[in-house]
Every structure is written in structure tokens, then in C-alpha cells.
């Protein structure tokens, strides 16, 4: 158990609608990072949160948004879901100070099917 | 552009062989390179990380290779187990790993008994 929890597990939904990922990190963690694994594009690094500001973005589409929150859980928000989207999702945290050892600890992730 | 290319796609190895996964990067800026391992079900687990100021890393049957001068680090498995079927990824990163990681597309191992 790598501490990290992500919810929904498992979501089902249609081409156009709107959905939350839920991602609490390790208990002392500050950075949250937001990866989309496809089985043709492998891990793909979306965006970065450390201390509720953004960090680092990258292949973030224009229609998903993330946010840390104060109590650091983060959301990543999917609208206009395309059939393109249907992904696993992960989440992971680190302690993400610059004296840090770099790992990250991921959660199970979230599996979005889009019909 | 992918920054980080891992290669074999796959791999089948008799148990008690020697695998080996192998990566190589473009941004020299990159200076923490850690292996990945998945687990069907579940999230990527660090396995072993290196940092360039050292051309080799073993932990137990683990051992990563690194050549900066060719950009390149690889991954062996000595005594390949049933048990180390998983998908691997290698990564890289800057800021010495408190950046996120760019990761390769991974491989697929298989150690057949």
C-alpha cells in the first residue's frame, strides 16, 4: 500500500460529460502529479501540484483542470470527455522538496471508460 | 517529443536469465533517473534510481548502468524470477527527482519457469 488513494476506482461514462478524480496523497506529502496511462502512449505527465499552486504542467489538455486543495487532496477534473480519454489515471505524491530522494508513490489509479 | 525512449516493447526470459531493459534520453538537464516496476491492478512502484555522478547502482538482482557521455541507462535483472513479470518504466527528471518524472513507454517482461 503506497498510501496514496484515488477515488473512483472504476467510471463509466458517456462522450461529452464532465468528471471528478479524487486523489488524497501520503500523510506528509506535498506534491500531487496527475499522470494518463494508455497502453500507446505509456505514462503520460499532466500536471504538478505542490503546496495547493501549480508546479509543472505538461500534456494537460485544454478541457481537464486539476486543483490541490488545502488539506492537499487534489481533483482532476475531465470535461467534454471524448472516446480518446478513456485512460488510467494515476495519481501520485512525494514529499517534493528540492532535498527530497524524487520518489514518487502512485496510487491504484482511476479507469475511466468513455462510451 | 518524447524525451525518454525505452526499448524492447516486450520481453520474454527464461527464469534464472538476465534481463535487460534499456533507455536513453535527450535533456541533458536530467539528473535522477529511477526504474519503475507495474503490477497488473496496480501503480507503478519505484525499484531502484541512480543519479549521474555514479555509472552503476545494484540492489540485490538489481543493477542500473549509466552512460552519460551516451545518454543511455539501462536496467539488468540477474536470475530472472516468474515473480519479476511486470511492466518496467524507466524515467528521468530534473531538480534531482522533486520535478515530475517523463517516463518511457515501458516494457512488458515475461520470465517463463
Known amino acids: 500500500d503506497s498510501g496514496v488513494t484515488q477515488t473512483p476506482k472504476h467510471l463509466i461514462t458517456a462522450t461529452g460529460q464532465r468528471v471528478t478524480l479524487r486523489c488524497s496523497p501520503r500523510?506528509?506529502?506535498?506534491?500531487v502529479y496527475w499522470y494518463q496511462q494508455s497502453l500507446d502512449q505509456g505514462l503520460q505527465f499532466l500536471i504538478q501540484?505542490?503546496?495547493?499552486?501549480?508546479?509543472a504542467k505538461g500534456n494537460i489538455l485544454e478541457r481537464f483542470s486539476a486543483q490541490q486543495f488545502p488539506d492537499l487532496h487534489s481533483e482532476l477534473n475531465l470535461s467534454s470527455l471524448e472516446l480518446g480519454d478513456s485512460a488510467l489515471y494515476f495519481c501520485?505524491?512525494?514529499?517534493?522538496?528540492?532535498?527530497?530522494?524524487?520518489?514518487?508513490?502512485f496510487g491504484e489509479g482511476s479507469r475511466l471508460t468513455v462510451l | 517529443q518524447q524525451q525518454v525512449k525505452q526499448s524492447p516493447q516486450s520481453l520474454i526470459v527464461q527464469k534464472g536469465g538476465i534481463s535487460i531493459i534499456n533507455c536513453a534520453y535527450e535533456?541533458?538537464?536530467?539528473?535522477?533517473f529511477p526504474w519503475y516496476q507495474q503490477f497488473p491492478g496496480k501503480g507503478p512502484a519505484l525499484l531502484i534510481a541512480?543519479?549521474?555522478?555514479?555509472s552503476e547502482k545494484k540492489e540485490g538482482r538489481f543493477t542500473i548502468s549509466f552512460n552519460k557521455s551516451a545518454k543511455q541507462f539501462s536496467l539488468h535483472i540477474m536470475d530472472s524470477q516468474p515473480g519479476d513479470s511486470a511492466t518496467y518504466f524507466c524515467?528521468?527528471?530534473?531538480?534531482?527527482?522533486?520535478?515530475?518524472?517523463?517516463f518511457g513507454k515501458g516494457t512488458h517482461l515475461i520470465i517463463q519457469p
Open positions: 501520485a505524491s512525494s514529499v517534493g522538496t528540492s532535498g527530497a530522494t524524487g520518489e514518487l508513490f
Open positions: 500523510s506528509g506529502d506535498l506534491s
Open positions: 501540484y505542490y503546496n495547493g499552486e501549480e508546479r
Open positions: 535533456n541533458t538537464a536530467f539528473d535522477y
Open positions: 541512480i543519479r549521474p555522478d555514479v
Open positions: 524515467a528521468a527528471s530534473t531538480g534531482g527527482g522533486a520535478d515530475g518524472l517523463t
